[in-house]
Nanobody, 117 residues
Framework: QVQLVESGGGSVQAGGSLRLSCAASGSIYCMAWFRQAPGKEREAVAAGADYAQSVEGRFTISRDYDKNTVYLQMNALKSEDTAMYYC???????????????????WGQGTQVTVSS
């Protein structure tokens, strides 16, 4: 079992930046970020080197393999980025935003991001 612990959420004004972190208790192949806004389905935001179209050019996913940690740098935030953000991980391919969320075996508890306009 791999445990994931997220941190770094918060409230920010539109145009601002936040960085999320997710530390895994062990090494794992694919780490990704999902988000879920109220009344909406959970969507993949970034996985591997792949991004959802809605965040491409504004968000950057990166990993520190020594620390088993994945980061999500979020710049130029918009009100529509407001959501609960979840870290997810799996050991199977592909590591992509096109991989169904059901294929991710491990999930963090979520961290809230609120962007005010």
């Amino acid at each position: 079992q791999v445990q994931l612990v997220e941190s770094g959420g918060g409230s920010v004004q539109a145009g601002g930046s936040l960085r999320l972190s997710c530390a895994a208790s062990g090494s794992i192949y694919c780490m990704a970020w999902f988000r879920q806004a109220p009344g909406k389905e959970r969507e993949a935001v970034a996985a591997g080197a792949d991004y959802a179209q809605s965040v491409e050019g504004r968000f950057t996913i990166s990993r520190d393999y020594d620390k088993n940690t994945v980061y999500l740098q979020m710049n130029a935030l918009k009100s529509e980025d407001t959501a609960m953000y979840y870290c997810a991980a799996k050991n199977s391919v592909p590591c992509s935003v096109r991989a169904p969320s059901s294929r991710f075996s491990y999930w963090g508890q979520g961290t809230q991001v609120t962007v005010s306009s």
